[in-house]
């Protein structure tokens, strides 16, 4: 059964504490990529990998690292220095070319207390 | 930078009545693609348009890429309860960056 996942589906955490948000595809997706999304919002871009080894900065990556040390896995951390962490957290991969469509996971949501 | 304004932010109609929302870009975009986040879940595609003019339909819904290829929309025809949820545009840039920017949305409430 092919698809993205991400885990856990509700995270808690304390002020000043990382945390990494696991994303795991099988798709054989070339492309990843973290968004996230606030309430009433859009999707923002906070990073992205074209492919293994590799990924670029998106909007808002202030706060946030990631790394791509195998095709199916793109694991996002939130660093104490992210000021307002708590979000929903929405990882994805594609196909191909950048134009492709892209497939969701079912997200993480991260509360910071 | 370059942003993709989708409006409205909101919509809220009874269910058999139309619903539309727009998407518009200061330049030229490659693609448009359209996808579907129901309330606690995640962003599922809807379609994607190339084509400058291109008009595709998904049973009640109809999707238009603008012949400038800077603006797109969805149009539902006789809302469901089923319908409820956002929908977002993406527009895939032709030069420079990260190559797909997504809107903001447009939420549709529909009251049966």
């Known amino acids: 059964d092919g698809g993205i996942t991400q885990s856990p589906k509700y995270l808690f955490r304390k002020e000043g504490q990382n945390v990494t948000l696991s994303c795991e595809q099988n798709l054989n997706h070339d492309a990843m990529y973290w968004y996230r999304q606030d309430p009433g919002q859009g999707l923002r871009l906070i990073y992205y990998?074209?492919?293994?080894?590799?990924?670029q900065k998106g909007d808002i990556a202030e706060g946030y690292s990631v790394s791509r040390e195998k095709k199916e896995s793109f694991p996002l951390t939130v660093t104490s220095a992210q000021k307002n962490p708590t979000a929903f957290y929405l990882c994805?991969?594609?196909?191909?070319?950048?134009?492709?469509?892209?497939?969701f996971g079912p997200g993480t949501r991260l509360t910071v207390l | 930078g370059q942003q993709v304004m989708q409006i409205p932010q909101y919509q809220h109609v009874q269910e058999g009545e139309d619903f539309t929302t727009y998407c518009n870009s200061s330049t030229t975009l490659s693609n448009i693609q359209w996808y579907k986040q129901r309330p606690g879940g995640h962003p599922v595609f809807l379609i994607q348009?190339?084509?400058?003019?291109e008009v595709k339909k998904q049973k009640r819904l109809t999707f238009q890429f603008g012949e400038a290829k800077k603006n797109s929309s969805l149009h539902i025809t006789a809302t469901q309860t089923t319908d409820v949820g956002t929908y977002f545009c993406a527009g895939g840039r032709v030069t420079g960056g990260f190559k797909t920017i997504f809107g903001a949305g447009t939420r549709l409430f529909v009251k049966a």
């Open positions: 348009l190339v084509k400058s003019g």
């Open positions: 994805a991969s594609s196909n191909g070319g950048s134009y492709n469509e892209q497939f």
């Open positions: 990998s074209q492919i293994v080894n590799d990924f």
